[in-house]
């Protein structure tokens, strides 16, 4: 019988049954209205006019995004003859058993809208898509128009498989593989990007995409066209600002090199050139010597005049001195004035620098803590390491020994002999067995008396013992007065080390009186709670403390503790919260339920509190079993505070005597105990040497046969303990890594401290220096305060200076003269030379000018000559030197104006790329949160723009964290889910027409299949969504419909009908119910 493969893909829903058809046709010939496809120029027998008139009437459905698939045609492509597929305009699901042909529509997709076979990634040819045993194979694919044109776009190929070529058709007009690519480009249609077109064999290659790929093509199926191209010039920016910049450090190093060899002649350049400078500047210096000596008398002559003026000024100022002195004092008392509040701010400063050291120092104490639990937790894998040797060694000679009973081989085994044997000792046992069950129910009876006089013996003993110390005295009156606060003591001290500082317990227990003599005295000023508080050194301690003794009580359905119920100012309440610590006593004004008080039995944290009248006690004894606990209840005693209470020997003496009632009450107990034990023993002893001989005589013909399994065992036990004991190994080597980590840590700290060590001796020395400024501008106050007396003197001494400045004046203006004739001499032929020679001379004395001339003098005696063609080298090179500076300049400026484009242009694209990327990853996480997992969607950024990238971190398990998505971190089913989940979260910002995912529900179990399907179907068939194709070979049954969601059925195979072309599959789906009820 030759096989036949048609296929189910036209919906259409008839008015009166809604019944849905598909077309196909056999695989031997197709219909008669297809006509030879063969033989026609286009590939097709249709006319070009009625296909467009066709596609111009189906264009007029607006539910279909432009660029939409509206149908798809094959004929001899892969397994089909001839189909012809009808998609809707949102979610398409394609559903058929496995080799039906579901991928073929999804290669029809692409080949037929001019994209590249290495996006299937199955065959690398278009010619292996032809129909085994034809030579041609076409394809036709109509897509939705855009509004405003008159018809949908028929796009229309034909593949020869001799050639491996394709000729393309456009509305029934030939064109080329170019237009094809254009139109669909204009259409966004985006086959070559996995976000938008995922085959089947590219499920893997998705995941696989690097972050950096995923970006780019998750902006292209999600970005509007405005985002990506500004995404494509800042690559264009990026690369030019990098080639730029390889200019700039390229140029810079060759001016480098010619500024080198410039500096290797700069020398002989520059001794030629001083040659002739020197003897320049000889005769420039002869004539700036003779203008200096004029103008240095002049200036004697110019400074002898002003000083006499000035001392006759003086005279006139101190004249009327006593004002401006008293004066100066008020200023100098001012200035003092201001330096006192400088004086306090450093103070405040060195404080501040004071406690930025202590917290630096406590952080250090810190990490010496840290330092000490992994050096406790090195030792703890240590011995883990030696236990584990130990159990080598056990299993060893356990295999040893089962090796030695190998080679004994027991005799021959006789079933009927032994079975009799067996049924012998086990009537035996039967009849015993009555006898021994009354023997325990007697046992079982006496156990919870011995228990609870056992824990009243053990109470009893405890309570003696501490009457005999202060601090066990000081407990048991605790114990009788407040029982809540001795039970939170024990709290505190099994749980001291989860805080922070040490909690210090109730201050009649940690503290006492110097001298008994006022200890009435000082209890008189302090309220009964104040001896009962807790004190905590922390903010976080008090906080932990109240809430662990607050959820105790919520927990054990008490109402509360004793100081949700106090009235009074919120200081002193405060006060009794934080500084007393008063412990909180749980309080409940009625009695608790049997459920309440199962849960208090339960919870070991707990082990006092009050209810109704009453206050309860809770003992447990460990050593006897989780079932030892006892319950006592009494009234609170009130009694004496800080006093050495003597032994109350009242107390004591009842006590004893009630510890010598319970232990003669024990020993009947015990006694009848031992004679119970006695007969059970016989009964064990008896019943053990007949089970032992039962198990001799069934283990005897099995237990040879078994060493072999039990040796096997046991040597995988000693794989599996010598794997475990390189683990410890390399624990203990990870845990001493993180030792050498946290003491560089640690000395990072150490450094730090330092720091702030040498902040405060700045600190402490500013203070001192305005201490000091302080103590001067007092002393030149005092000072100032005594000159007034000197007044006087200072007259005279002013008037004797103007006097002698008189005749000085009358030497210089003579010598002036005459040095004046010798400058006119000198300058007789240069009259613009005086000034040249003055600048000369600026700054120097005779004696210097001599100096300068004879040095001069003595260069020109030693100096060689120089070859002038140096010098035109020279000249050369610093023409390229500032050619190179300036082309440095030049691309210093492009370099500046390429980063700020890229800044201007990052500042538009940054925020749009992290809204989309939110709106994804806000879509992703609520995908994963209906699945009880984690996901994320972020952007890593990075200074070189090529590594921008898209991060997808997903958790299937709650003790996981968010882990990247990728190739080999994440099974099969997860990747599945993960792929599904993102590019349902792309859908409702689609910017492609249609996207096509096939298969991807594969490996899913059904709770995460049934849940992606749900949201797939949510999301893909909202309104204004691009349209979706799911590729499945299964779906499960139950599953969420939505009428915009359209099911294609490939109904394909040898079984069906050869000259049918619509099948009704609800009369189908009749059939098969009917055939199964009568069944």
């Not at 009243?456 to 000081?474: C, M, R, T």
């Not at 080597?733 to 980590?741: F, G, H, V």
């Amino acid at each position: 019988m030759s096989s036949r493969r048609r296929s189910r893909a036209r919906f259409e829903e008839d008015d009166d049954e809604q019944a849905s058809a598909s077309d196909s046709s056999k695989r031997q010939k197709t219909e008669e209205t297809d006509g030879d496809s063969d033989d026609d120029g286009d590939g097709s027998s249709v006319k070009p006019n009625t296909l467009q008139a066709a596609a111009k009437q189906r264009g007029q459905n607006s539910e279909y995004q432009p660029g939409a698939i509206v149908r798809v045609m094959v004929d001899n492509f892969v397994t089909y003859e001839h189909a012809e597929f009808l998609p809707g305009p949102n979610l398409n699901m394609v559903i058929g058993p496995n080799g039906t042909g579901k991928s073929s529509l999804v290669c029809a997709i692409c080949l037929g809208l001019g994209y590249h076979p290495k996006h299937l990634g199955r065959a690398s040819n278009v010619g292996e898509f032809v129909k085994h045993g034809k030579d041609t194979a076409t394809i036709e694919v109509e897509l939705q128009k855009r509004p405003g044109e008159p018809s949908n776009h028929i796009v229309r190929v034909r593949i020869n498989k001799e050639d491996n070529n394709r000729r393309w058709w456009i509305n029934g007009q030939e064109s080329t593989h170019k237009a094809v690519q254009s139109l669909t480009r204009n259409l966004r249609i985006q086959i070559d990007n996995l976000c938008q077109f995922l085959p089947q064999d590219k499920v893997a290659e998705f995941a696989g995409l690097t972050p950096i790929q995923l970006l780019h093509e998750t902006l292209r199926a999600a970005a509007p066209e405005q985002i990506i191209n500004q995404q494509t010039t800042l690559q264009d920016l990026h690369k030019d600002y990098k080639k730029v910049k390889e200019q700039v450090e390229t140029t810079t190093e060759t001016l480098k090199n010619h500024e080198n060899r410039q500096q290797g002649l700069q020398a002989d350049v520059d001794r030629m050139k001083q040659r002739e400078e020197i003897q320049k500047e000889i005769e420039e210096l002869r004539k700036a010597r003779t203008v200096l000596v004029y103008n240095t008398v002049r200036l004697k002559f110019t400074e002898a005049r002003q000083a006499k003026k000035d001392a006759e000024k003086r005279l006139k100022e101190l004249e009327i001195a006593c004002g401006p002195a008293l004066q100066a004092v008020k200023e100098k008392e001012a200035y003092r004035n201001r330096i006192h509040p400088v004086v306090a701010l450093r103070k405040q400063a060195l404080k501040n620098a004071e406690t930025a050291s202590d917290k630096s120092l406590q952080a250090i104490d810190a990490q010496d803590e840290k330092v000490k639990h992994l050096n406790n937790k090195r030792e703890a894998e240590i011995n883990s390491f030696q236990a584990k040797k130990s159990q080598i060694g056990r299993i060893k000679k356990t295999i040893t020994d089962l090796e030695a009973k190998q080679k004994n081989k027991p005799p021959e085994f006789v079933a009927a002999e032994w079975n009799l044997k067996i049924r012998q000792q086990e009537a035996i046992l039967r009849e015993n067995e009555s006898e021994k069950r009354d023997i325990e129910d007697q046992m079982q009876q006496l156990k919870p008396q011995w228990r609870a006089k056992t824990a009243v013996v053990k109470e009893i003993a405890e309570s003696i013992q501490e009457l005999d110390s202060v601090q066990g005295q000081k407990v048991a009156l605790l114990k009788r007065i407040h029982p809540d606060a001795a039970a939170g003591l024990t709290y505190i001290q099994g749980h001291q080390d989860e805080f922070e500082k040490e909690i210090f317990g109730p201050p009649m227990i940690s503290c006492s009186v110097k001298d008994d003599r006022y200890s009435d005295l000082i209890q008189s000023l302090l309220q009964r709670d104040d001896f009962l508080c807790f004190t905590a050194q922390t903010r976080n301690d008090h906080k932990k403390l109240s809430a662990a003794f607050y959820e105790q009580a919520r927990e054990m359905g008490l109402d509360g503790y004793a100081i949700d119920y106090l009235d009074g100012p919120e200081p002193v309440l405060a006060m009794l919260c934080a500084d007393k610590r008063m412990h909180a006593s749980g309080v409940s004004l009625r009695d608790i339920s049997e459920a309440q008080f199962q849960q208090l039995m339960n919870d070991e944290k707990i082990s006092n509190w009050a209810a109704g009248q009453t206050m309860y006690r809770i003992t447990r004894r460990r050593e006897y079993g989780a079932g030892a606990v006892s319950t006592s209840t009494r009234k609170v005693i009130p009694g004496s505070f800080w006093k050495d209470q003597a032994p109350d020997d009242g107390e004591r003496t009842r006590l004893q005597e009630r510890n010598h009632e319970v232990r003669a009450e024990l020993e009947e107990m015990r006694k009848q105990i031992e004679e119970l034990k006695s007969r059970l023993g016989g009964f064990a002893e008896g019943e053990g040497e007949v089970r032992e001989m039962i198990n001799d005589l069934q283990k005897a013909a099995t237990l040879y046969e078994s060493l072999g399994t039990k040796i096997e065992v046991e040597k995988r036990a000693q794989e599996t303990a010598q794997n475990e004991l390189v683990a410890a190994r390399q624990r203990v080597m990870d845990i001493r890594a993180q030792e050498d980590q946290l003491i560089v840590e640690k000395a990072r700290s150490v450094l730090k401290h330092k720091e702030h060590l040498t902040e405060i001796r700045d600190a402490y020395q500013a203070l001192l220096e305005a201490q000091i400024r302080l103590i001067e501008a007092d002393s030149d106050v005092k000072g100032l305060e005594a000159q007034n007396e000197d007044i006087k003197t200072r007259l005279q001494e002013v008037r004797t200076g103007i006097n002698e400045a008189k005749t000085e004046l009358d030497s210089l203006r003579e010598q002036a003269r005459v040095a004046q004739d010798a400058v006119h001499e000198a300058i007789r032929d240069d009259n613009g030379s005086l000034e040249r020679l003055n600048v000369l001379c600026e700054g120097k004395t005779v004696d210097d000018i001599d100096g300068d001339i004879d040095a001069k003098n003595a260069s020109l005696e030693v100096m060689h000559r120089v070859d002038p063609q140096v010098l035109r080298q020279f000249e050369k090179r610093a023409r390229d030197i500032q050619d190179l500076s300036k082309r440095k300049e030049e691309m210093a400026h492009k370099l500046e104006s390429l980063n700020g484009q890229i800044e201007e242009l990052m500042q538009i694209w940054v925020p749009e790329v992290e809204k989309l990327v939110a709106k994804i990853n806000e879509a992703f996480s609520h995908n994963f949160e209906q699945i009880s997992c984690a996901g994320e969607v972020g952007v890593h950024k990075d200074e070189d723009f090529e590594q921008w990238a898209i991060e997808i971190k997903v958790k299937f398990r709650e003790n996981e964290t968010l882990q990247q998505l990728n190739q080999h971190r994440q099974s099969g089913g997860e990747r599945a889910v993960s792929t599904i989940f993102y590019l349902m979260a792309l859908q409702s910002m689609a910017q492609a027409p249609f996207r096509v995912v096939d298969e991807i529900n594969q490996g899913m179990d059904p709770r995460n299949e049934r849940m992606v399907h749900e949201r797939m179907v949510e999301i893909a068939c909202r309104e204004h969504t691009s349209q979706y194709f799911l590729i499945t070979p299964k779906l499960l049954t139950g599953l969420r419909y939505d009428p915009r969601m359209r099911v294609l059925c490939i109904a394909s195979g040898e079984h069906v009908p050869p000259d049918g072309r619509r099948l009704d599959f609800r009369r189908l789906v009749r059939i098969q119910r009917t055939i199964r009820a009568a069944a």
